[in-house]
């Protein structure tokens, strides 16, 4: 294995592991909330919001993102190619997540 390909897996699968980390925290409603609805929000909004499924919504988004950095870092150390898709895939699925998530806590603050 090449060193640079190497140095470049190991620097993926770190910022896999620091995303993993983040969404803990998100998912354990501790930390800043890291959701645009929220750093959106003027201050009386963000005290009067419920942020459960706002830590929510964004500790799955960040696991997510974790896997796909997990993938990229598998990708580049055995040279797989059919993991682009299975990468694509899941980034796709995370647009999804998000849009008809977002729909959903709208729906409920209503």
Known sequence: MNTVVLVLAIILFAIAAAAFVISIFQFAGKGFLLNNAYLYATKSEREQ??????YLQSGV??????????????????????????????????????????IVINNRKK
């Open 49 to 54: 919001m419920n942020k459960r499924p706002y």
């Open 61 to 102: 988004i960040i696991a997510m993102v974790g896997i796909v950095f997990v993938l990229l870092g598998i990708e580049v150390a055995t040279q797989l190619s059919w993991m682009s898709y299975l990468i694509v895939t899941i980034i796709a699925l995370m647009l999804v997540f998000t849009l008809v998530s977002s």
